[in-house]
């Protein structure tokens, strides 16, 4: 997952999802995203924990302005089930 420029990519589109997020786990997560795939699995493979969840869940809303629940994110097994959960709450008119 390499990010882009946001500015390319609207965050609105799937592949400005996949950027925005692989900023945040770079970012405010700390995690080498050149080994994060949309396969990676959230706990397992990127290693995010209880706390990263917690972290995450606030960078996506300041970044992306889409609120995530507990709910939302125990759904989400792999990275690719994370960008899905954003992009079904990003507002269809961003």
């Known amino acids: ?3 882009s420029h946001p500015a390319s990519h609207p965050a609105s589109s ?3 999802i996949g950027a925005a ?8 997560l700390r995690v080498d ?5 949309r396969d990676s699995r959230l706990i397992d493979d990127v290693g995010l924990d209880s706390v990263a969840f917690a972290i995450g869940m606030v ?3 300041d970044k992306l302005g889409v609120t995530l629940t507990e709910e939302d994110l125990l759904t989400c097994d792999t990275v690719g089930d994370l ?5 079904a709450k990003v507002p269809a008119d961003r």
């Open 83 to 87: 960008e899905s959960a954003i992009l």
């Open 33 to 37: 995203v050149a080994r994060i795939t």
């Open 21 to 28: 997020l692989a900023e945040i786990l770079r970012d405010d």
């Open 1 to 3: 997952m390499t990010p």
């Open 14 to 16: 799937p592949h400005g």
């Open 59 to 61: 960078a996506i809303e």
